[in-house]
């Protein structure tokens, strides 16, 4: 029996960690939401920690613009209290999964971003979140892992993919931004790649470190947008291409942080798969298929034309 401790765990991804947990053999699961766990309080943490093997952190402070108006509180949540489950771990002797982001990256690079490539925020939330993945490998270097994500979307909580087929069940068109470069990764794909990296971490077989879990290829905003309109039965040419300097806000975003997924084979690991193949399994699910069958329902009543060339 593996006991693992999920915090954030009614967030998007924690659900997701949940529920994968939840299908798992021998997996005994503490699933600590906010209410259950603050984890920017030093002894709850170190309580809630102990008796556990595996410690995945699916809580964070994920408000980016806001961030730009309280770096502190965000560092608080995103760097102080990683410390804080970094020293519990030592203490108990547990593992540490630690969910970080793109975002610790410039986005100047034309390539990909290995796992040791050298981190650049530009933005406060970024910065909030290197100093989590600074404390990990400072406190916890024998047990600690480093998961750096991006462009998360699922069912259970707000997200770019579910304001997309929200907003096209009411407008005609969508104008998106074509000059912004990521990874748009799965929540329940991620979800599947955290248990299995703590699997095997708990068994000896990953060294610790830090991976890149997003999913494989890359795209823009509009990209993403006229995939995820074809891939629901909806007219992509309804999505309309953008610069970002079209929509400001508060806090820069990189242009491009496409991530390299060369550490899972030293773990033994499969990478995701592409990030079209997610949002066609992500479509499927009840959440998304309801959006979608909205969307297609109001599409006539929009006076949408359909296209042929997708």
């Known amino acids: 029996m593996t006991r693992w401790l999920v915090t954030g765990a009614a967030g998007m991804l924690g659900r997701d960690l949940v529920a994968a947990l939840g299908r798992l053999d021998g997996a005994s699961v503490t699933a600590a939401d906010r209410a259950a766990l603050d984890v920017t309080d030093r002894r709850a943490v170190t309580e809630a920690v102990g008796g556990h093997d595996v410690v995945v952190n699916a809580a964070a402070w994920t408000d980016v613009d806001g961030a730009e ?18 020293r519990a771990c030592a203490g108990s002797g547990a593992v540490l999964v630690q969910v970080s982001t793109d975002y610790v990256f410039a986005g100047t690079t034309a390539g990909r971003y290995p796992e040791d490539g050298h981190p650049g925020p530009v933005n406060a939330y970024g910065r909030s979140k290197l100093v989590g993945e600074e404390a990990v490998r400072r406190l916890l270097p024998q047990r600690g892992y480093v998961v750096r994500t991006a ?5 259970h909580g707000p997200n770019v993919v579910a304001t997309m087929l929200d907003r096209a069940a009411r407008v005609p068109h969508l104008d998106v931004v074509d000059d912004l ?9 991620l979800a599947a790649q955290l248990v299995a990296l703590g699997r095997a971490a708990r068994a000896g077989q990953a060294p610790p470190g830090t991976y890149h879990g997003t999913s494989a290829g890359e795209t823009s905003w ?43 084979a030293t773990a033994g690991l499969p990478p ?7 949002v ?30 997708d």
């Open 151 to 155: 462009w998360l979307y699922g069912e």
């Open 222 to 264: 509009y990209g993403l947008a006229r995939a995820l309109f074809a891939h629901a039965g909806l007219d992509p040419a309804r999505v309309r291409p953008v610069s970002r300097t079209r929509f400001p806000r508060p806090a820069v975003r990189p242009v491009r942080t496409v991530l390299g997924h060369a550490g899972w």
């Open 181 to 189: 470069f990521g990874q748009p990764t799965w929540s329940v794909a």
């Open 280 to 309: 066609r399994a992500a479509l499927a699910t009840p959440g998304f298929a309801a959006l979608a069958r909205a969307a297609r329902q109001a599409e006539p009543g929009l006076g949408v034309t359909r296209s042929v060339d």
């Open 69 to 86: 108006r309280a770096e502190d509180a965000a560092t608080a949540v995103n760097g102080t209290a990683v410390a804080h489950l970094a």
């Open 272 to 278: 995701q798969g592409h990030w079209r193949a997610q």
